[in-house]
C-alpha cells in the first residue's frame, strides 16, 4: 500500500493494525526518521523500553535472516504491541523483507527506515505491493510545508516570526527535517518564549549554518559560472546532499530571480528590484543578484523553470542516475546564463 497526502498523517497518528510492517524511504533522512519515530510511538509511547521496542539494522537481517521474523513473534511480557525498528534498511534486505510482509507473521508492527530508492526498487514494491504493508516517500519539504514546520516549530514555545523572517527560514532551510527543527529550535531558544523572531535573528542564527556549498552551486549556475559550478557540486554531494534537494533550492533561488527579473521588465531598475525584494536580500548576495539580473531577462528565464522542474521529476520517476541528472540540469542553467551574457 502506498501512502500519500493526508493519509500519510492519519497512519502516522493511528496505524492500522492490519498493517504489519511500514516502509519509509526518500533522500530527507531527517524527516525519514522523524515520521518513523511518530509511526512507531503510535503504537508503542515509550520507545526506549526494551521490552517493547528492538532495534535491528540491515547488516544485521542480512548477516541473521531469521531474526526478524524471531523478533517479530515476540510477545510481550508486559502487554501491549511490540515494535520492531530496522534502520539502514537496502535492496540487500528486499528477499528477507517480501517474504516476512508476504507471511505478515507475528503481532509485532515493524518500521524499516531507508534512504532514496528508485522507482523500480524491489524494496518499495515489496511495501507498495502487500495488503498488510505501507510504503511513504520522503522528500524535502516544499516551501509551503516548510512554512508550517516552522509555525509549529516556533509555536511549541509561544514564538511568533514577522513575514520577513518566515520567508527567510523558507528559503534557508529544508532538505532535512531534523536539521530544519533543530536550527529552529536553536532560534527559539535564542528568542526566549514568548519572544518575536525578526528577520536579524533569523540571518543571524541561521546564515551561517546554511548550506554554504549548496548555495555556491546555485549561484555558480545562475551567473554561468561552469568551473565554480562543478567544483560546488562536487563539494555538494561529498557533504550528503541529495541531488533533489539541489534541484530544488535551484528552482526555489531562479523563481525568485524570476521575480526580481519581472520588475525590471516592467521598468524598476536593478537596484529598485533588489531594494523591493521580500525577504530582503541579504547584502553580501546583493552584487551576486546584480550579475544575474545583468543576464537574464523575465523572457530567458521563464523556460528555465519547468527544465528544473522535469529534471525532478525524471530522478523520482526513471530510476537513471539522479546525481548524473542533477548534474546535467545545473550545467544546462550555466550554459544558457554564458549564452545570454555573451
Known amino acids: 500500500m502506498k501512502l500519500t497526502g493526508a493519509r500519510i498523517a492519519q497512519f502516522l497518528r493511528r496505524p492500522d493494525p492490519e498493517i504489519h510492517a511500514v516502509l519509509l524511504y526518500g533522500p530527507d533522512a531527517g524527516l525519514v526518521r522523524e515520521r518513523a519515530t511518530a509511526a512507531a510511538a503510535a503504537v508503542c509511547p515509550d520507545l526506549r523500553d526494551p521490552f517493547r521496542v528492538t532495534e535491528l539494522t540491515g547488516a544485521m537481517l542480512v548477516a541473521d535472516p531469521a531474526r526478524l521474523i524471531d523478533e517479530a513473534a515476540q510477545l510481550s511480557l508486559i502487554g501491549g504491541r511490540r515494535v520492531v525498528r530496522l534502520r539502514e534498511i537496502g535492496e540487500a534486505n528486499a528477499p528477507v523483507l517480501a517474504r516476512f510482509v508476504a507471511a505478515a507473521l507475528g503481532e509485532a508492527f515493524v518500521v524499516a527506515e531507508a534512504g532514496e530508492l528508485p522507482a523500480r526498487s524491489a524494496l518499495r514494491r515489496t511495501f507498495e505491493d502487500a495488503p498488510a504493508a505501507a510504503a511513504i516517500a520522503c522528500y524535502p519539504d516544499?516551501?509551503?510545508d516548510l512554512a508550517a514546520v516552522v509555525a509549529d516549530t516556533l509555536g511549541a514555545h509561544r514564538v511568533t516570526a514577522s513575514r520577513d523572517a518566515i520567508a527567510f527560514l523558507v528559503e534557508h532551510l529544508g532538505g532535512d527535517r531534523l536539521l530544519t527543527r533543530s536550527e529552529l529550535e536553536k532560534l527559539a531558544l535564542y528568542v526566549g518564549d514568548d519572544g518575536r523572531v525578526e528577520i536579524e535573528d533569523a540571518r543571524l542564527m541561521v546564515a551561517d549554518t546554511a548550506a554554504l556549498s549548496l548555495d555556491d552551486a546555485v549561484r555558480a549556475a545562475a551567473e554561468g559560472d561552469t568551473a565554480a559550478l562543478e567544483r560546488a557540486l562536487t563539494r555538494v554531494f561529498?557533504?550528503?546532499a541529495s541531488p533533489v534537494t539541489v534541484i530544488r533550492a535551484a528552482l526555489r533561488h531562479l523563481q525568485r530571480l524570476h521575480i526580481l527579473a519581472a520588475r525590471v521588465a516592467g521598468g524598476d531598475s536593478i537596484e529598485m528590484a533588489l531594494r523591493g525584494a521580500r525577504p530582503p536580500i541579504f547584502f553580501k548576495d546583493q552584487d551576486s543578484f546584480r550579475r544575474?539580473?545583468?543576464?537574464?531577462?523575465?523572457?530567458?528565464?521563464?523556460?528555465?523553470?519547468?527544465?528544473?522542474?522535469?529534471?525532478e521529476t525524471t530522478i523520482k520517476t526513471t530510476g537513471m542516475p539522479a546525481e548524473t541528472i542533477c548534474r546535467a540540469a545545473l550545467l544546462s542553467l550555466a550554459q544558457a546564463g554564458r549564452r545570454h551574457a555573451a
Open 238 to 240: 561529498q557533504e550528503g
Open 142 to 144: 516544499s516551501p509551503r
Open 292 to 311: 544575474q539580473l545583468g543576464r537574464w531577462s523575465e523572457a530567458r528565464l521563464r523556460p528555465q523553470l519547468p527544465a528544473l522542474a522535469a529534471a
